[in-house]
């Protein structure tokens, strides 16, 4: 069973679709309805997610995202992004891991600001936590919906 981040399966059920199998008891006669009918869904939900970022400050970005994913990695998917950005699919939502220049920026998204705030929880308690010496500090600033 192959999910993306909102749980649909929508790479099985095309597959199935193109092969002319029957989707839960029914034959689907046509590909783009279905497809669009899964866009749509996607779109619907994005729509409702949030989004928040915090940038932090400090001399060793590097090390502090290597520990940070290394850490959670234990508990979370690791996707790399680019070289210098890492995304962590958490149970709760999803976190990205950045480096710029001197500042490490950690995003969260989620479906929900309950969610949203066990993100923001766990990547920001692990990360003060590893920079207790250099006394890193994460504030989140919640990002307004761009509709």
Same mark, same amino acid.
């Given at each position: 069973?192959?999910?993306? +981040?909102? !749980?649909?399966?929508?790479?099985?059920?095309?597959?199935?679709?193109?092969?002319?199998?029957?989707?839960?008891g029914h =034959?689907? !006669?046509?590909?783009?309805?279905?497809? +669009?009918?899964?866009?749509?869904?996607? &779109?619907?939900?994005?729509?409702?997610?949030?989004?928040?970022?915090?940038?932090?400050? $400090? $001399?060793?970005?590097?090390?502090?995202a290597k520990?940070?994913?290394?850490?959670?990695?234990?508990?979370?998917?690791?996707?790399?992004?680019?070289?210098?950005?890492?995304?962590? =699919?958490?149970?709760?939502?999803?976190?990205?891991?950045?480096?710029?220049?001197?500042?490490?920026?950690?995003? +969260? #998204?989620?479906?929900? +600001? #309950?969610?949203?705030?066990?993100?923001?929880?766990? &990547?920001?308690?692990? &990360?003060? =936590?590893?920079?207790?010496? #250099?006394?890193?500090?994460?504030?989140? $600033?919640?990002?307004?919906?761009?509709?």
């Open positions: 069973m192959i999910q993306d +981040a909102y !749980g649909i399966e929508s790479y099985n059920i095309e597959r199935r679709l193109k092969a002319g199998s029957t989707v839960i =034959r689907v !006669g046509r590909i783009g309805s279905v497809t +669009a009918r899964l866009s749509s869904l996607k &779109l619907r939900r994005e729509a409702r997610r949030v989004h928040s970022i915090a940038v932090v400050t $400090t $001399t060793s970005p590097e090390r502090y520990q940070l994913v290394s850490h959670l990695g234990h508990k979370a998917t690791v996707e790399p992004v680019t070289e210098m950005a890492t995304r962590l =699919r958490l149970a709760a939502g999803v976190g990205v891991v950045r480096i710029e220049g001197q500042t490490l920026v950690l995003e +969260a #998204d989620a479906p929900d +600001a #309950d969610a949203l705030d066990r993100v923001q929880d766990v &990547l920001g308690r692990h &990360l003060v =936590r590893f920079g207790r010496r #250099d006394e890193l500090h994460v504030n989140w $600033t919640v990002l307004p919906d761009s509709d």
